[in-house]
């Protein structure tokens, strides 16, 4: 008797386990949507709608882009922990993610909890950019210019607690140093304020400066990486005047918490095919990236490795949103 409750409860859980195996086996049937935290034009959404047009050849299916900016991203962030757990609800995010749960006290959902890992897609260096007609061409002139401006001179960030303002903020503690903090809705916005002038200094991630970098319109001053960026080798890293100063953000996807193993393992593998392909690494490298590409296991490493390091800058800068 013993031994048929066994074997009946084994045969249970493999029938059970069937429909998502064959779920699993026919996905997708649908166009899948790509939720991004950002307006158009900035870091993660640049990186998105690269691996959505490769990974929607690959898998013969849309990946549609929808863009919810709005509380360092969170808004989109919600809207995908809130979704059912079918692999048709994708959320493209970036360190930025990681970054709120020591920031915000009510983000409506955990993203240890409430998401699941799929790829770190790749890595790009932050840039401290800045206006042309702004005073300052180097790191040390940056610092010597805010010290005699003590809390005039602003920065943009793409938002409360995201990776500029985490760059910016610990470029103030290592500096001893009062800048501003603006707050914009993505890089792209960050970009064209920059071009216009009605904000004359940022930290922002390469894609959405790049481009205006190249024509002039924006000025690098250094980069955040520990070594100099292959795509400005001629603009040094804050470090080389700020020993010790590092920062760069990254960029991956996730899914709802729910969504079958199975799914989750396809959507890794399509994407670290795609960011192997030639045109890929191509454009990364054009926007100053890196490709990346891990596995569910890597990836989830790199969060809570990324979550600990954040809180503890959070905490030394109060860094706190409502």
């Given amino acids: 008797m013993q031994e048929m409750t066994i074997t009946r409860g084994v045969l249970a859980a493999a029938l059970a386990i069937l429909p998502v195996a064959a779920s699993a086996q026919a996905y997708p049937t649908k166009p899948i949507r790509i939720l991004v935290g950002f307006a158009p034009g900035g870091g993660t959404d640049i990186m998105a709608r690269v691996i959505a047009a490769k990974i929607g050849d690959s898998m013969k299916q849309q990946f549609i882009v929808d863009n919810r900016p709005g509380a360092n991203a969170n808004l989109a962030a919600k809207v995908a922990a809130d979704s059912p757990g079918d692999g048709y609800t994708l959320l493209f995010m970036s360190v930025a993610h ?170 890794s593998q399509e994407m670290v095919k795609a960011l192997a392909l030639p045109d890929v690494k191509e454009k990364l490298a ?19 490795t990324d979550l600990a390091r954040f809180t503890k800058v959070a905490q030394a800068a109060n860094i706190r949103a409502d």
């Fill in 98 to 267: 990681i970054m709120s749960k020591p920031v915000y006290k009510n983000l409506g959902y955990d993203i240890e909890r409430d998401l699941t890992p799929i790829t770190i897609v790749s890595s790009v260096p932050n840039v401290v950019v800045a206006n042309p007609a702004l005073p300052a061409r180097t790191v040390k002139e940056l610092i010597a210019l805010a010290k005699s401006k003590p809390g005039e001179l602003t920065y943009a960030t793409s938002g409360v607690g995201s990776p500029e303002h985490f760059a910016g903020e610990m470029f103030k503690m290592m500096t001893k140093t009062n800048l501003l903090p603006i707050p914009y809705k993505g890089g792209g916005p960050i970009a064209i304020d920059l071009v216009a002038g009605h904000v004359m200094s940022g930290f922002s991630t390469m894609p959405p400066v790049i481009p205006h970098i190249r024509s002039g319109r924006i000025r690098a001053i250094a980069v955040t990486t520990e070594k100099r960026a292959a795509v400005l080798p001629d603009v040094p890293t804050v470090g080389e005047t700020v020993p010790g100063y590092v920062m760069s953000t990254w960029y991956g996807a996730v899914a709802p918490a729910k969504t079958p193993r199975e799914i989750i393992q396809r959507l």
């Fill in 286 to 304: 054009a926007l100053g990236a890196d490709v990346v590409g891990t596995t569910p296991e890597e990836t989830a490493v790199i969060f809570r």
